[in-house]
């Protein structure tokens, strides 16, 4: 089955800085990966996704980025506030019809 | 829309006993799914359906069953509760694979 591993597992950054996340797979034939942002106490949401036809995707301060060669796929937030803080989790088809989440990380963004 | 419904949100429950955690979806999803969501492990899928009907395990079943009579149901029981079996419960729903999941708002379950 799928592998996903997700760097660094905590994140501290000032507000305005940028945020970087990683994630490492391990299925090449994988071909999907979304991003889900859960603040404390709520349900994980979707922020954004990328299939492998593609190299980046913005939706205005988050970016996706995608290296198949690599094996890897990597999350920015820019400009980051205060509501950013949350934990954030990569995900990679783990097989027919599921996903495999990677172990999250709590992103907290200093006022 | 509602979305993704899961009831009750809160339980506790003693070692031994039996529960049914419900999941209700008015979207029209084919694919159901239930994770347990447990600090530092990020979110681990327990069982999943295709449709009306299917079933299937996913990474963790042990100690759980499921069923989906319904389209928009999806049920996930637990016969005989342990400690280790408390958690919280995510269900989630999605279109078809490869496709965004929506999620429940989960549902805090204690086994003393």
């Known amino acids: 089955g799928e592998n996903v591993e997700q760097h660094p597992s905590t994140l501290s950054v000032q507000e305005g800085d940028s945020a970087v996340i990683k994630c490492t797979y391990s299925d090449s034939a994988s071909n999907y990966f979304p991003w889900y942002k859960q603040e404390l106490g709520k349900r994980p949401q979707l922020i954004i996704d990328i299939r492998s036809n593609v190299g980046e995707k913005k939706d205005q301060r988050i970016a996706v980025t995608l290296n198949k060669t690599a094996k890897h796929f990597s999350l920015h937030i820019t400009e980051t506030q205060p509501e950013d803080s949350a934990v954030y989790f990569c995900?990679?088809?783990?097989?027919?019809?599921?996903?495999?989440f990677g172990k999250g990380t709590l992103l907290t963004v200093n006022p | 829309n509602a979305g993704v419904t899961q009831t009750p949100k809160f339980r506790v429950l003693k070692t031994g006993q039996s529960m049914t955690l419900l999941c209700a979806q008015d979207?029209?999803?084919?694919?159901m799914y239930w994770y347990r969501q447990d600090p530092g492990m990020g979110l681990r899928l327990i069982h999943y359906s295709v449709g009306e009907g299917t079933t299937a395990k996913g990474e963790v079943p042990d100690g759980y069953n499921v069923s989906r009579l319904k389209k928009q149901n999806f049920l996930l029981g637990l016969e005989s509760a342990a400690p280790s079996q408390t958690s919280v419960y995510f269900c989630?729903?999605?279109?078809?694979?490869?496709?965004?999941?929506?999620f429940g708002d989960g549902t805090r379950l204690s086994i003393l």
């Open positions: 989630a729903s999605s279109y078809r694979d490869h496709q965004p999941q929506h």
């Open positions: 979207m029209n999803h084919e694919y």
């Open positions: 995900a990679a088809p783990g097989g027919n019809y599921k996903l495999t």
